[in-house]
Nanobody, 128 residues
Framework: QVQLVESGGGLVQAGGSLRLSCASS????????MGWFRQAPGKEPDGVSV????????YYADSVKGRFTIFRDGAKDTVDLQMSSVKPEDTAVYYC?????????????????????WGQGTQVTVSS
């Protein structure tokens, strides 16, 4: 069974940092572009960041540029999201996902419905 499992969520104060991690099982995603998304209550999922499986290119939503960094460990087949200077508006359930190889990461990397595999999500709550 193919799974993506997120970890590292929790409660953090505004201005603080948190690191999320996504691990895979059942298959390797080393050649897939891997993305992080978030969904706040009552809202649609938003793309946060994505990293290419080909050349390591990284893309970020404007709302997190300069604050979040996406990392990839090929040996462990994990993808992490380092969140810094967090804000209350970063509160959401965060999901990692694997982009379908049919889609170009530079064009579709932050579009949720182009993703093929999804984790179960991890809650991030930022207190003010």
């Amino acid at each position: 069974q193919v799974q993506l499992v997120e970890s590292g969520g929790g409660l953090v104060q505004a201005g603080g940092s948190l690191r999320l991690s996504c691990a895979s099982s059942g298959r390797t995603f080393s050649t897939y572009a891997m993305g992080w998304f978030r969904q706040a209550p009552g809202k649609e999922p938003d793309g946060v960041s994505v990293i290419s499986g080909v050349d390591g290119s990284r893309y970020y939503a404007d709302s997190v540029k300069g604050r979040f960094t996406i990392f990839r460990d090929g040996a462990k087949d994990t993808v992490d999201l380092q969140m810094s200077s967090v804000k209350p508006e970063d509160t959401a359930v965060y999901y990692c996902a694997a982009l379908s190889p049919r889609f170009t990461v530079a064009v579709w990397g932050l579009v949720p419905d182009k993703y093929e595999y999804w984790g179960q999500g991890t809650q991030v709550t930022v207190s003010s």
